[in-house]
């Protein structure tokens, strides 16, 4: 596709239910990442991607948390047993190469979802 | 946790006005980004710079990265309405070299008619 597309745009879950959120990078895109962002603040680094092989999962706030990419394209990121701190945006971002700290590339960001546990 | 301290946190200025919105750290970076966020939607990149006292303009706006890559500004000149959004400054270091960016709290800017 043209951009990163992430679905649902919104989701409010009851606490304690399980979500599951999608992200389609862009076509060819090597490197996927998702960042969480609480309202008033800058995204926060979860979990990266080269491929299908997931590099950097330290960013992950607890085992409720899981992300997968199986086929290198499409990924998912899970949280089980949602809790009311997990209301956040997630943003799922894309790169079409295995990014060096000094590249001008940046991140294509999907719009995010707005996941909302009450 | 922010390693990036952006201020100031709000500022609304006239249509026609200057701006400047900073970006400090304690850490040296690698490279730096500045990010414009509306509401709804993700980030997109403005810029990426990478060598200390850099400076790149893009039409109105001018970014700086400071000699010792620890801070960086982001100016605006006649500021137009549709400037507004959130301003975020992300930092890469060197020991994440694949990639992973510091993101700061942002600057929320409105540009009033």
């Known amino acids: 596709g043209a951009g990163v597309s992430q679905s649902p745009r919104y989701k409010v879950a009851k606490r304690g239910q399980d979500v599951a959120l999608r992200c389609d990078p862009i076509?060819?895109?090597?490197?996927l990442f998702w960042y969480q962002q609480a309202l008033g603040q800058g995204p926060e680094f979860l979990t990266y991607f080269q491929n299908e092989a997931q590099l950097d999962k330290s960013g992950l706030p607890s085992d409720r948390f899981f992300a997968e990419r199986p086929e290198g394209s499409v990924s998912t990121l899970k949280i089980q047993r949602t809790q009311q701190e997990d209301s956040a945006v997630y943003l799922c971002?894309?790169?079409?190469?295995?990014?060096?700290?000094?590249?001008?590339?940046?991140?294509?960001f999907g719009s995010g979802t707005r996941l909302t546990v009450v | 946790t922010q390693l990036l301290e952006q201020s100031p946190q709000f500022l609304s200025i006239q249509e026609g006005e200057n701006l400047t919105v900073y970006c400090n750290s304690s850490s040296v970076f690698s490279s730096l980004q500045w990010y414009r966020q509306e509401p709804g939607e993700g980030p997109v990149l403005l810029v990426t710079v990478v060598t200390g006292g850099e400076v790149k303009k893009l039409k109105r706006l001018t970014f700086q990265f400071g000699d010792a890559r620890k801070d960086s500004s982001l100016h605006i000149t006649a500021a137009q309405p549709g400037d507004t959004g959130l301003y975020l400054c992300?930092?890469?270091?060197?020991?994440?070299?694949?990639?992973?960016?510091?993101f700061g709290a942002g600057t929320q800017v409105v540009v009033t008619p």
């Open positions: 971002a894309s790169s079409p190469q295995l990014l060096s700290i000094l590249t001008t590339y940046g991140y294509t």
């Open positions: 992300a930092g890469g270091s060197i020991a994440d070299s694949w990639g992973k960016f510091q």
């Open positions: 076509s060819g895109h090597v490197s």
